[in-house]
């Protein structure tokens, strides 16, 4: 590949079938020492609540947990979920973050709420506290800059410069460029709907002291194999949790791959897994590296956050080695 950007990695901890939650957290730590020696630039972690395929429900946390247990690589969340926290509790957590790893630590922000109504009304907000991002989002910058004189300080947060992204979910684009922050997005409405997004990011971005020029994190699944139907059948579980989740409402833990393949779905499961299956890179490093050059390209990305999860370990970590193998 010939694009001079980073690749990065977003890993959400996702439970695998007859494995603990605990299991995956930990493999999400191994997973984070493997991405460092393979030399990515950034190891994100996420945020979800209530969902039984999914352990990682404490960003904060985790992140203090692959810091410690790395040296260089950047350590981050792809993202906090603004609305469902305060914002000087957040600048809180990661002002300890950054002064317990300087220069290491990212500060990636949604404004997803829960998934169902009873994990909304547990974290305590609605659907409407998403309609307050941009407010949520100026104060939470706001204990970063501010002087002695605001009336509450966030300690240890204040007076320092960690990076701040936004995720594009909805308006997230927009809220971006408003407040002049770095963009992470995906092609989850459609590639002419990601185009569209970033050309208006772009458009509208205002410099702050955040960042000066716009940046796009382009977030894709890539999976890389010795034969392009291994790189699929890598997609496959993850696939089938997310055709779950829109069917029955749960996302549930990963199954093998030769297990969901032998599922007898019914026309709804059908059509939702093969929703699901679309949109990936996969494929040969030969193959994959020309996906990428064209997706990458098509956007103008400055970096690229590989989100890639899976039920088959070590075809998973033997795709994230593949794939290293192509960083510019």
Known sequence: MTTPLRFS???RSLVLRGRSPAESLRRTVRFATEAERLGYHRFWVA???GVPGVAGSAPAVLAAAVAAATSHIRVG???????NHRPLVVAEQFGVLESLHPGRIDLGVGRSVGFTAAVREALGHGRESADRFAEQLD???GHFTGGPEA?????PAAGLRLPVFVLATGAGAEHAAAAGLPLVIAAVRGDDA???AVRGYREHFRPSPWADRPHVVLSRSVAVAATTERARRLLVPEAWATASSRVHGVFPPLEPAEDVLARDLD??????FERAMRGHVHGTEAEVADQLQS??????ADELLVTTSGYDEEGLLDSYRRLSRLMP
Request: hydrophobic share 45%; aromatic share 0%; proline share 3%.
């Open 9 to 11: 990695v977003l890993d």
């Open 47 to 49: 945020e979800h609540h």
């Open 77 to 83: 969340t792809g993202g906090v979920m603004l609305p």
């Open 139 to 141: 104060e939470l910058l």
């Open 151 to 155: 009336a509450v300080r966030a300690m």
């Open 194 to 196: 990601l185009r569209s």
């Open 267 to 272: 026309r709804r499961e059908a059509a939702q």
């Open 295 to 300: 997706a990458l390209d098509d956007v103008g």
